[in-house]
């Protein structure tokens, strides 16, 4: 596969535009339809996953291919929206008809491009202007990836639910984090959001993986704030040795956590 990828990427400039948009768009398409034929005839083979899978990186891709090929400058976001929204579509009926969790990733996977372009057009692109939109946007992202895969836990998209959980908790307090170097108030509000993500973790979602990565945001926070008004204090390296102590804590604490309530 990567050689005939590395082939392609050699001869691409002869090619010409039909060819490029073969190799990508309609090759996609086709890979596709593949992919549906075995997922009816053959499901336990998992042949169908295979062929899906590598549609699902080429139709995206083509579809970029197709417009620059029609000579489209990207100046305006608008066409590329309405293509994602289109490849969105696509994706979910294949999956409202075959329920399989990799056109359910793919789906998941367009449709959250689709918000960010959607987002983006209407802005008109001016994202240095709206970075505050992108983060608080990131935040429910962030949110409706753990109510997913908190309602897919024992359904046929439960492989999806690591995954999930990880880009969910991730993107959640990286975006929440941004918030803290610009406003006061988010200094305090994250160690709420941060003790709330291990409560949720362990009483409701009952994941390792969101309690780790809340800890840790706990103890960036609690790095970032230490560094931020006591640096230059000669009271810093005692006020460290007491984080070491905190830190040795926490992670006491949430692996006592995780044991008893996390099966």
């Known amino acids: 596969m990567l050689g005939l990828i590395f082939f392609i990427a050699q001869i691409w400039e002869d090619l010409g535009a039909s060819g490029r948009i073969f190799v990508t768009l309609i090759l996609g398409l086709i ?83 689709l918000i960010y372009l959607l987002v983006e057009s209407m802005v008109g692109g001016a994202f240095y202007q709206f970075q505050d939109l992108y983060a608080y946007l990131t935040m429910i992202v962030g949110l409706s990836y753990l109510l997913l895969a908190y309602s897919w836990r024992s359904g046929w998209n439960r492989y999806l639910v690591s995954v999930l959980n990880f880009l969910g908790s991730v993107g959640f307090f990286v975006a929440a984090f941004t918030r803290v170097f610009e406003f006061d108030l988010w200094k305090l509000l994250f160690f709420g959001l941060t003790i709330g993500g291990m409560a949720l973790a362990i009483f409701v979602i009952r994941s390792r ?34 984080l070491g102590f905190i830190f040795i804590g926490l992670g006491y604490f949430s692996i006592s956590l995780s044991r008893k309530y996390i099966s």
């Open 209 to 242: 993986l969101v309690l780790l990565i809340s800890v840790l945001f706990l103890v960036a926070h609690f790095i970032y704030i230490t560094n931020e008004h006591f640096a230059d204090s000669i009271s810093w390296p005692i006020l460290l040795v007491i």
């Open 31 to 113: 890979l596709a339809g593949i992919g549906s034929f075995f997922l009816r005839t053959k499901s336990a083979s998992h042949l169908g996953e295979v062929w899906h899978g590598l549609a699902g990186f080429l139709i995206p891709g083509g579809a970029l291919v197709t417009l620059y090929e029609f000579d489209y400058n990207f100046i305006s976001l608008w066409p590329v929206t309405i293509v994602f929204g289109f490849i969105f579509l696509f994706y979910l009926l294949l999956n409202f008809y075959h329920r399989n969790v990799v056109l359910t990733f793919f789906a998941l996977a367009n449709g959250t491009a």
